[in-house]
């Protein structure tokens, strides 16, 4: 007997033809690969903050701000390219984005302030930000409906892969070559991708597919009759209580997401006593098996919708469950009495919360029109990233004002209750673009 995850890659016969799995998932793993690349370079600064943070005389709370640059700007950037991304082919959007970012990231290894470093943060950031809706338009495009819960874990599952192969090879750079030498090969690291994502993704239209292919793919294969949602019409989108539903729970879960991504680090070090050395693999662990709870939350949500539930709901049930994992277990890392339980709590609440974030793309995916994918999917992560700006400075100055992160992780426990309450209740029905 097979699992239910060999039938969600493997469909039956009538599917996808071998040739076509070998290019789906060629495009995936491009996707992970980039993706992973893109939270290397954004974790990159929170794991060198101690010595940033020495180096250039900041405070916490300065430091709270410099961590708060990205998020900031990567939030607005993703307004502005939704729309560009359901207009331009996601073979030109990605390539330019991947050589952006990268050079940025590069040059933070020659920043002698604040402001230099803020300001290439944010450079950073805008090129970044079309990763994940373009994944979230190739998964549209590649996949047939009942495969893209899956097909959206996958490529998610490169934001914890990042996550946790940056904290031990950054804090290696860091410990053998210095900090800024660490930016600088890690930016390098980016342009090789760019050529490969450039040289291997093609629309479907654009690729020699058999008969059966063009019928399993007839959906994605009439997107480009259709005309994307214009700029004028993004009033529709607000007028959507399912798509404030999105922006706002994904604010309140972003808030705990980045809490972890951008202060794991130093609470480990600061607020467990951690040594740097150990910090760098205990950073890394949570997001380890946070890779599996993308993949996991992407599979419920296919195996929900083969259950009968409507695409909406398959995707709403995990994010409402798992954002109560993740609020349950940063409440326990809170009065852990050792670091390997607080680990453990923190573990596990990371993969609640990428349970969450793949089913959040995946909802993206269920509920836009077919000519606003990547439009509904930006505006999601707008709100997303809004609550991850806000978390690092609150965190930075509460912990410079108690010298402790009790409080923040307990507002972080209250941000990922709320989320889950705000998808509970407000995501009813699809989206829907009026002529």
Same mark, same amino acid.
């Given at each position: ?11 039956a016969a009538g599917g996808a033809s071998r040739r076509l799995r070998r290019l789906q998932w060629t495009i995936l793993a491009c996707l ?38 990205? #998020? ?66 190739? &998964? ?21 892969l990042g996550s946790a192969i940056a904290p031990p090879v950054a804090t290696l750079l860091i410990l053998t070559a210095g900090w800024r ?43 480009? $009759? ?24 994904n604010a309140a879960l972003g808030y705990m997401v980045s809490f972890y991504a951008t202060w794991l680090p130093q609470y480990l070090e ?11 693999? &205990? ?87 077919? $000519?606003?994918? &990547? ?16 978390? #690092? ?7 410079? $004002? ?31 673009? $009026?002529?």
């Open positions: 007997m097979s699992s239910g995850l060999d039938e969600t890659i493997v469909p992970v690969l980039s993706g992973a690349v893109n939270y290397m370079d954004r974790a990159a600064l929170a794991v060198a903050s101690p010595f940033v943070q020495h180096d250039l005389h900041l405070s916490a709370g300065k430091m709270g701000i410099l961590l708060a640059v990205f #998020p900031w700007t990567y939030a607005f950037g993703q307004l502005l390219v939704g729309g560009l991304t359901d207009r331009i082919p996601p073979r030109r959007v990605l390539t330019a984005s991947l050589v952006l970012w990268s050079l940025a990231q590069a040059a933070c290894g020659f920043v002698r302030g604040i402001f230099q470093f803020g300001a290439l943060r944010a450079l950073l950031a805008i090129g970044e930000s079309p990763q994940f809706p373009v994944g979230a338009k190739a &998964a549209r495009t590649w996949f047939a409906a009942k495969e893209r819960g899956m097909a959206t874990g996958i490529f998610n599952s490169a934001s914890s030498s660490m930016f600088l090969l890690l930016g390098i690291a980016g342009l090789p991708i760019a050529l490969l994502w450039w040289t291997v993704y093609r629309h479907p239209a654009n690729a020699a597919l058999d008969p059966s292919d063009r019928e399993y793919l007839s959906e994605a294969l009439a997107a480009p $009759e259709k005309t994307a949602i214009s700029f004028g019409n993004w009033h529709h989108l607000f007028r959507s209580a399912t798509m404030w539903g999105m922006i706002l729970g600061s607020g467990r006593h951690i040594s740097v050395a150990q910090t760098g693999w &205990a950073a890394s662990i949570p997001y380890v098996f946070g890779v599996a709870g993308s993949l996991i939350g992407g599979w419920c949500c296919d195996r929900l919708e083969r259950a009968g539930f409507s695409p909406a709901d398959s995707r709403k049930l995990p994010i409402v469950v798992s954002t109560l994992g993740g609020a349950l277990f940063t409440a326990f890392a809170v009065g852990a009495g050792s670091n390997a339980l607080a680990v453990s709590a923190i573990t596990v609440a990371v993969f609640c919360c990428n349970v969450a974030s793949a089913s959040v793309w995946a909802l993206a995916v269920a509920v836009a029109p077919e $000519e606003g994918v &990547a439009s509904v999917g930006s505006t999601q992560n707008f709100g997303g990233f809004v609550g991850a700006s806000v978390a #690092p400075i609150v965190t930075g100055f509460i912990v410079q $004002e108690t010298h402790s992160f009790s409080a923040a992780l307990a507002i972080a426990v209250a941000a990922a209750a709320s989320s889950a309450l705000v998808y509970a209740t407000m995501i009813r029905k699809p989206i829907v673009i $009026e002529d």
